[in-house]
Every structure is written in C-alpha cells, then in structure tokens.
C-alpha cells in the first residue's frame, strides 16, 4: 500500500476517535458566539485585511515575485491588461531576467509550503500525541487533539470560502482587487479556473492551519518558550506564502485572525476535558 494512503488512513482513524470523545461538541454554536464575543479583533482583522487589499498587497507582491512581468504578459495576452507595443518589449526583457532569480525564491518557498501542508502537519500532531501518550503527558496529548481538530476545521472552512470568494492568486494573475472570479470563468474566461485549489488565494489554508495548530499549543501551555516557538512556527509558515507569491499578504492576514479564533473557540469548548 502507499505510505500516503496509509498515512491517510490512519489520519482518517486517530480523527474520527477524537471526534467520538467530543472535541468538537458544540463547536458551531461557540464559534458564533467568539464572532459576537471577540467583535473588536474581529474588526481589526476586517479593517487589517482592507487596508493591506487597498495599500500592501500589490507592491508586496511585487516586491517578492518571481513571476510578475511573466505573469502581466500572460494577462496581455489573455486581454485582461493592455500595454503599448514599447511597453510590451520592457516588460519582456524584465521577464527574461526574473527567470534567473526563479529558482532561489522556488527552493524556499517549496520548503516551507511542505511544512504547512494540512496532511503534512497533522502527521506531525499525530506523532505529538503519540509521544503524549508513550510518556503519559495529558497536557500534550489533549493540546494536540484540539490542534489536529483546527486543521479538521480549518480546512473545511478554507474549501468553502476560497470557492465562494473565488481570488486568485498572485502568481497566477496580479490583480488583487478581482474577487469572484468564477464568474468571469462561467462567461467563458477559460485563462483561469478559480475552481482549482491552485488558482484560489484567499483564504489560506497554509496560514490558517498553521496559526490554528500553533495557537492550540499557545493556549494549553503557560510556558513562555512554547508560545514564543508557537507563534514564530506560524509567522514563519505564514509569510513563506507572501515570499513565495503564492499568496497576498491580505490572505495572510485574514487566515491568521480566522485561525486564532478556530483555535480559541476548540480551547475553550475543551476546557474542562483533562
């Protein structure tokens, strides 16, 4: 049998037994009651995530990409841009010398989007609560049952929004003020499918799994070190996206508040559980 599958199943096993021992009971409900409760971060998110589409996010795109005169090109060609016949040519010799600098942002960015991977990171917690319950460490095994439950949660929450919200993605198209593209793609606009994971941007699900994994262990540990490398394990994931262009920074910060609270509300529903 292949080792993924493999590991999928057992995934799919160790899940559903913590979802019989009720880590998720009443999620829904208490999630609704944190938009109420934490409104004023909430807002702050919203307004972050404005400012950063309107202000940030294209010069930060454009700053880090490897792709972006590739990529304007492509919208000329796809008649989603237009450019003078000088301006085409600039944009050309920019484009040849971007592939140079390609394979350093690549190699980094491959690295770092291994680690935020949903099946790769819930492998990791799965191995954490393995080694909770070889050295009878309740505080590690129950921290890391709530975060294997973030990712659940996570990932059904970014598969339902990045379809509805349909942006795409800086290194497929850099625009960042088009939203719902799946219209334009139901017209006829075949250039791009907002329907495929790799075209969709907004939200994350590197950032929104990796913020609600590191937050789960931020909130079931007093230690000062533990959160210290909890929320740099999150930062340093998250950013990799914006390094690597394959996310705008607004899709980083939004997915960040949406993982912070998927993680506050599992916390706080587990409380009482020992």
């Given at each position: 049998?292949?080792?993924?599958?493999?590991?999928?199943?057992?995934?799919?096993?160790?899940?559903?037994?913590?979802?019989?021992?009720?880590?998720?009971?009443?999620?829904?409900?208490?999630?609704?009651?944190?938009?109420?409760?934490?409104?004023?971060?909430?807002?702050?998110?919203?307004?972050?995530?404005?400012?950063?589409?309107?202000?940030?996010?294209?010069?930060?795109?454009?700053?880090?990409?490897?792709?972006?005169?590739?990529?304007?090109?492509?919208?000329?060609?796809?008649?989603?841009?237009?450019?003078?016949?000088e301006e085409i040519i600039i944009l050309q010799q920019k484009a040849k010398i971007e592939k140079i600098k390609k394979e350093k942002y690549s190699k980094y960015e491959r690295f770092f989007a291994n680690q935020g991977d949903g099946d790769t990171t819930a492998g990791t917690v799965v191995i954490l609560i393995l080694l909770g319950i070889l050295f009878k460490n309740k505080k590690l095994i129950k921290s890391s049952k709530e975060a294997l439950m973030t990712i659940i949660v996570g990932g059904l929450l970014v598969n339902i929004l990045k379809y509805i919200i349909s942006r795409l993605r800086p290194d497929v198209n850099m625009m960042p003020y088009q939203f719902f593209n799946w219209a334009s793609w139901i017209n006829g606009n075949q250039s791009i499918n907002p329907f495929k994971s790799s075209s969709a941007s907004l939200p994350s699900g590197h950032a929104i799994v990796s913020v609600g994994v590191a937050f789960s262990f931020y909130y079931g540990y007093k230690n000062k070190f533990i959160k210290f490398m909890a929320v740099t394990y999150a930062l340093i994931l998250s950013c990799s996206r914006v390094y690597g262009t394959r996310h705008w920074l607004s899709d980083i910060i939004l997915s960040a508040f949406l993982g912070v609270l998927i993680a506050k509300t599992i916390y706080e529903i587990n409380k009482n559980k020992k």
């Open positions: 049998m292949n080792k993924e599958i493999l590991m999928i199943i057992i995934l799919i096993l160790i899940g559903i037994e913590i979802l019989k021992e009720g880590y998720l009971n009443g999620f829904v409900g208490a999630f609704l009651e944190n938009l109420v409760k934490y409104k004023k971060m909430i807002l702050i998110g919203i307004v972050t995530t404005i400012f950063s589409i309107v202000y940030l996010d294209l010069p930060v795109a454009k700053h880090f990409s490897n792709k972006y005169y590739e990529k304007t090109l492509q919208g000329i060609t796809n008649k989603v841009r237009t450019a003078k016949p």
